[in-house]
T-cell receptor, first 114, second 114 residues
C-alpha cells in the first residue's frame, strides 16, 4: 500500500496563477482532509470530506476550493494564488469522521507563491 | 473550540538523556489527545493517542504520554533519546463528540545532540 500520495512535491506559482494539488489514498478510507502548515502555526484544517460526495470548510478555507472526485481522490484548488498561500500542504485520510480514528498523512506539497 | 499550547518551540537534549515535551490544551468539551511526529521532509506520523482508560499511554519508539485532566496537560516523555528521535513533534486535540477535526499545537523541534 502506498498510503496517502500527493502531487506535486514542489510548486512555484506567480501571484494570480491557478493550480490544483492532487491527493489519493489506497486505504479505502471514507474521510479525507487538507491542511496547511506554516512556520510557528502548526497545521490548520482547510477543508475536509467526511465521505464521497460531501465537503465542508475547516478553519482556513478562504481562497481554496476542493473536489472529492471519488472515494480515493481529494483535490485542492487555488483559483488565484496569493503570496499568503505560500505554505506546505498536507493531505490526510481516516476511516471515518469519528474522532478516535487515526488520520494518515501524505508527504506534503511545498508551494511558493511569488 | 479547542486549542493546544506547546510551551517549548525547541528542545535540545543529549543522546541517551531523558526528555519531556510539554502540551497543554483548552476545551469546553471532552477531547481526544494525540502526539504526532514529523521527520524532516516527511508527513506526520501518529506516535500515540489518548481516547479513554488509563491516563498513561504508550506509543511507538519508546515514547509515552500522560493525560492529566486537572492540569489539562498531555506531556510526552522518553527515558532515553536516540539520534533518530530528532524531529518535530506536534500535540493535537479533537472533539469527542464526533467531528474528527484535529487542532494542532505549534510544534516542538527536538534535537538530539550526540
Amino acid at each position: 500500500n502506498a498510503g496517502v500520495t500527493q502531487t506535486p512535491k514542489f510548486q512555484v506559482l506567480k501571484t494570480g496563477q491557478s493550480m490544483t494539488l492532487q491527493c489519493a489514498q489506497d486505504m479505502n478510507h471514507n474521510s479525507m482532509y487538507w491542511y496547511r502548515q506554516d512556520p510557528g502555526m502548526g497545521l490548520r484544517l482547510i477543508y475536509y470530506s467526511a465521505s464521497e460526495g460531501t465537503t465542508d470548510k475547516g478553519e482556513v478555507p478562504n481562497g481554496y476550493n476542493v473536489s472529492r472526485l471519488n472515494k480515493r481522490e481529494f483535490s485542492l484548488r487555488l483559483e488565484s494564488a496569493a503570496p499568503s498561500q505560500t505554505s506546505v500542504y498536507f493531505c490526510a485520510s481516516s476511516v471515518s469522521r469519528v474522532a478516535d480514528y487515526e488520520q494518515y498523512f501524505g508527504p506534503g506539497t511545498r508551494l511558493t507563491v511569488t | 473550540a479547542q486549542s493546544v499550547t506547546q510551551l517549548d518551540s525547541q528542545v535540545p537534549v543529549f543522546e541517551e538523556a531523558p526528555v519531556e515535551l510539554r502540551c497543554n490544551y483548552s476545551s469546553s468539551v471532552s477531547v481526544y489527545l494525540f502526539w504526532y511526529v514529523q521527520y524532516p521532509n516527511q508527513g506526520l506520523q501518529l506516535l500515540l493517542k489518548y481516547l479513554s482508560g488509563s491516563t498513561l499511554v504508550k506509543g511507538i519508539n519508546g515514547f509515552e504520554a500522560e493525560f492529566n485532566k486537572s492540569q489539562t496537560s498531555f506531556h510526552l516523555r522518553k527515558p532515553s533519546v536516540h539520534i533518530s528521535d530528532t524531529a518535530e513533534y506536534f500535540c493535537a486535540v479533537s472533539d469527542r463528540s464526533g467531528a474528527n477535526n484535529l487542532f494542532f499545537g505549534t510544534g516542538t523541534r527536538l534535537t538530539v545532540i550526540p
